[in-house]
């Protein structure tokens, strides 16, 4: 006669049984990690499945069944491993928090029934006000609230992109920009935050390639140097309905907060789709050429970034016994070159503009001094500047800044020659400041002078570009501009594709 311990007994034999063969199906490729995104319910509820599951072996058998399907799973919410991706589903927190007054409600049509959803924006309370953000409506089409959680820099001044229907559905995704506000600066790299409606939350999607999705100077890994490293400029926009991205195929300098690019870039163009596993996939739309003022066009064949500006280069200035007024700048000065047994700069900062007046001299230890007219503000403008030039040996040139009460002479560093000359090695190298170009860019704006270039020839006839920038209190280091040609080096408005 069987008792119910026999009969557990037999019952939990037949179910090792069972579930050692199930295991023997299990491939390695099975046995990676799966993080399920919330509580599943179980399949099946049997007593029996619950008294033996109690049983040491049988909870670790029970973890390999949990990899292989022992647990129902939602086609919107938890999706299969080799199908869809894994979503964070939001928190229901925050119902009570205070909704953020400088946010304008977004409206859109979450659910597709042709009426557009209300969202709302809850700012959770922090004192530095970057805490998360709950979004909130009521669907249009069921009367049910749905919710959503964001981690933003901060809570202050939401904004929202247009909506977009990435997956062609008929219903909209929401598109939040995360910016950085912190160390990176303006330019550091930023990304939206895609919010779709699934099983009545408002879930952030999951991106495919994420690096071609950002906005901002997205530095080119391995590139850092000591002085600056190269960055790809990137995009993103919402038109039509899609949300589209940019990066500029070729990659430039960057450093002491000033990145090299020049007015037109050719960049490459992604359409971001979301596809049947609810990833959000960038799908390539060709070459665009993009300006300064973000203006887009359709790339021509043979299509290519336009030249840096390197000139016109300035060449008047004054020599010993001369004198010049600065007061295009900040702060205005007046200059001078005393002729004595050692030329020295005399300048006099005008105490006007809400400046106070100061006597700044700079002994001038090269032949035949020259100050040139044109300041070079592009390495320093936060005072007076000045490029000192010999004119009997161009080989030496030198960029004064102001420190405090008194002038100082950059020191230039790295490889870079600085001047006009040939290189030990034979490379002819030529320096100089340049002047405001007389055309305007594509965005009607003049463009300013003041930058200190170098450009040192090749043996095909090219020559390398490079800009100086200031990268401490008393040096100042050449960033790369790239490969140009020039119909005439000396006249660098002649610059052309090589």
Known sequence: MSTPETDLMDIEERLRAA??????????EDLAPVAPVVP?????????VLLATAAVVLLVLGVVLQGIGGRQRSDDIAPKPDEQVELELPDDVGADWTPEDLASPSRLDLDGDGTKEKVVFLAEPTKEHDGRLRLQTTLSSTGEEAYGL???QSTIGVITFDPIDADGDGDQELVLPWEDLGAGGPSAPGHPLVYDLRDGLLVQVAVDRPELLQMGHVPVPGSATQYYDMVHH?????????LLSSRTVRPFAHGNMTVLSPEDTVVDTWRWVLDESGLLRPE??????????????????GAADSQPVLGPASTDGIGVGGSASFVDG?????????????????VQVRAD???????????????????????????FYDGVSLLVRSASDPARMAVLVQRDDRLVALDPVGDVPFGTGTTASGQAYRSWVTTPRDQVTSGGQVTSGGAVITVVGGDDGSWQAWSWQMVSRTEMAPLPWGTVCFDDVVDPSTIRHC
């Open 330 to 346: 900040y702060p205005r000065f007046d200059a001078s070159i005393r002729d004595s047994q050692e030329p020295v700069l005399d």
């Open 40 to 48: 599943l319910r179980p399949r099946w509820q049997s007593p029996w």
């Open 353 to 379: 503009l809400g400046t106070e007046g100061v006597r700044l001299s700079f002994p001038l230890d090269l032949p035949d001094p020259v100050v040139d007219l044109q300041q070079p503000t592009g390495v």
């Open 19 to 28: 579930l050692t063969a199930r295991a023997d199906l299990v491939r390695p």
């Open 150 to 152: 964001a981690q933003l």
């Open 234 to 242: 990137q995009a993103y926009w919402v038109e039509d309905g899609q």
């Open 284 to 301: 390539e739309a060709g070459c665009l050429v993009e300006t300064r003022e973000s203006e887009r066009r359709p790339c021509p064949d």
